[in-house]
C-alpha cells in the first residue's frame, strides 16, 4: 500500500487545521493513528504514534520550541495505518531522519513470542526498535524493564555508532519509552514538559562488541527514576514528578542505539556486506 508522507516545517509560518477528537487512552490500540518522526537540529530523532489530539499538541510544543531559539525542530507524520508490531527505525542517507522499515524488502524486524530480530544493513544506521502494542505500554510506573540481547550472523562484524561528538563511548543499545505527556520541562526553556516525554536507560545499556559475543542481560526499574535521562541529558532523580507522569502513560516503548556523547544517533555493523549481522531482542516486563 502506497503511503503518503506529510512533511510539516514548524516555525515557518505554517498553520494546520485538525479536527477535534476525544483522546485514546495511552493502552488503546494504536493501529490507525499517526506515525510521526520528530527531528532536531541538536541530533534528536525520535518516533511516536499520535492520534489527532496529541499530533495537534506536540506541533504546538515544537513551535514554542524553535521560537525560543534553542533549537529547530521538524515532525514528519505518515498518515497510513500502522501496526503495532515491534519496528525498526533507520537514519536516511543524510544521517539527519529517521524511517521505519515497513515494507517486506526493507528487512523489518521478526517477533516470535518475546523476541524480536532484525538484520543491520551495511552502511545505514540503526536508531530505534520500538513497539506500541498496549499489552506493553500503558501505565509501567511499578514494571521493571527486561532484555537479553544476542548478536549472530557474521563472524567479524563489529559495531560502531556515527557522529559521536568527540566522545569514546562504545555502540550500544538501551532502554527508551516515550510517552504523550510529562509534567514539566527539565531546564527552564518552554514548552513545558516537552523534554520530559523522552526517556532512556541511564546508564544501564549492553554494550555492542562484535559478533558472537555472550549474550548480554540488562534490567531497568521503572519506579526508579534516578536510572533514567530525557532528552536534555537530564537525571530523572532531579525531576521526579515529570517522570512518574511520564512512566504512567507509555505510549512507546524498545531499546534505542547510539554510542560516542548520544544515545540514539545509530549504530551500524561494519564488515557486515550482505546484511547478515543480526540483532535479538529477548524483551519483557516485570
Sequence with gaps: ?????????????????????????????????????????????????????????????????????????????NSSSETTDWTVYDYNPSNHAIAPRNSPNSLPATTSGSTTVFDFKSGIYTALLTTTDPSLDGDLSARTLNDTVTLSGDPGATFTSQNGDGCNAPATARFYFTSPSASGPSTGTPPAGFYTQFWWSNPVAVPLAADGQAPVTIHADMSNPAMWSDWNGQNGATQPEAFVEATQKVQAIGLSFGGGCFFENGVTALNNPNNTEQFSSDFSET
Design 1 to 77: 500500500m502506497r503511503r503518503g508522507v506529510l512533511v510539516l516545517a514548524i516555525g515557518l509560518g505554517f498553520t494546520l487545521g485538525f479536527t477535534a477528537t476525544a483522546p485514546r487512552s495511552v493502552g488503546a490500540d494504536l493501529v490507525g493513528s499517526t506515525r510521526a518522526t520528530l527531528t532536531c537540529t541538536d541530533g534528536h530523532s525520535v518516533a511516536m504514534s499520535l492520534d489527532q489530539t496529541a499530533l495537534a499538541n506536540l506541533l504546538a510544543e515544537v513551535q514554542a520550541l524553535n521560537s525560543s531559539g534553542t533549537n529547530s525542530c521538524a515532525v514528519a507524520a
